[in-house]
C-alpha cells in the first residue's frame, strides 16, 4: 500500500489552497490513465475524480484565503503546506509502506523533514520534485485536490458575481476581480494579501488616492 500528497492552487492569488491525499495498493493506480492534472483537460479531470473516489481512501483538505492570510504572518507557505498535509497523514486509517509527497522546496527531501516536524506517528516520507508527473499515486492526488478546488472557485464566482477565470495573477480576468475586492470589499475574504500581485495592486490604489 502507497500514499500520495499533492496540491492545487499554490501559486493563487484568489481561493482556497487544496491539498489531497490518496492512499491504495500501488498496482492499481496502474489500471487508470492518471497523469498530472495540469496535463489533463478538466473534463478529464472530472471523469477520472469518481474512479479515484471509488477505488481508493481519498481525503483533501480546503485552506481557505482567509486562514492563508492568517497563518501567512508566522509560517512560510512551505511550511503551512507541509502542517497541512501532516494533518492529511494524522488522520488516515490506513498505513501505507512509504508517503509520495510533491516538494514546493528547492532541496525536495527537506519538505518530507517539515511534514515529520508535525507529524506525530511514524511513517515513511519521501518529497521528490515532479513527483505528481512520475508516480501515479500522486497524480491521483493531484487531480482530486484540482478536481475540488476548480468547484470551490466555481462557487466562489457565482457568490461575488465576477466573472473570472483560473484565480492565478497570470490571468487578467482574476486581476481585475482582486482589482474590484480590494477596492469594493465584496469577496476580499477570498483574496490573499500576502501576495505580490495583491501588494502591488494595494501600493497602485494608494499612490492613485495621493492625487485626489
Known amino acids: 500500500m502507497i500514499a500520495g500528497i499533492d496540491e492545487a492552487g499554490r501559486g493563487s492569488v484568489l481561493g482556497p489552497l487544496s491539498i489531497a491525499l490518496v492512499c491504495g495498493e500501488e498496482g492499481d493506480f496502474l489500471s487508470l490513465e492518471l497523469a498530472d492534472s495540469k496535463l489533463l483537460t478538466r473534463d ?20 481557505s484565503a482567509r486562514e492563508l492570510n492568517e ?72 487531480i482530486v485536490a484540482k478536481v475540488v478546488r476548480d468547484w470551490e472557485i466555481d462557487r466562489i464566482r457565482e457568490e461575488v458575481g465576477l466573472d473570472f477565470s483560473s484565480g492565478y495573477p497570470s490571468d487578467e480576468s482574476t486581476v481585475e476581480a482582486v482589482r474590484h475586492m480590494l477596492k469594493t470589499g465584496h469577496g476580499r475574504e477570498y483574496v490573499r494579501m500576502y501576495w505580490s500581485t495583491v501588494e502591488n495592486i494595494m501600493a497602485n490604489q494608494k499612490k492613485l488616492q495621493d492625487y485626489f
Open 71 to 142: 497563518l501567512m504572518g508566522r509560517f512560510s507557505l512551505n511550511e503551512i503546506e507541509a502542517m497541512k498535509e501532516a494533518y492529511l497523514l494524522e488522520e488516515l486509517p490506513l498505513t501505507p509502506k512509504e508517503v509520495l509527497v510533491d516538494s514546493p522546496d528547492s532541496i525536495a527531501q527537506n519538505f518530507a523533514t517539515r511534514i515529520r516536524h508535525h507529524l506525530s506517528k511514524e511513517l515513511v516520507i519521501r518529497a521528490e520534485h515532479k513527483a505528481d508527473f512520475n508516480y501515479p499515486v500522486v497524480s491521483a492526488a493531484s
Open 44 to 63: 478529464e479531470r472530472e471523469a477520472l475524480y469518481p474512479e479515484i473516489k471509488k477505488r481508493f481512501y481519498s481525503s483533501v483538505i480546503l485552506v
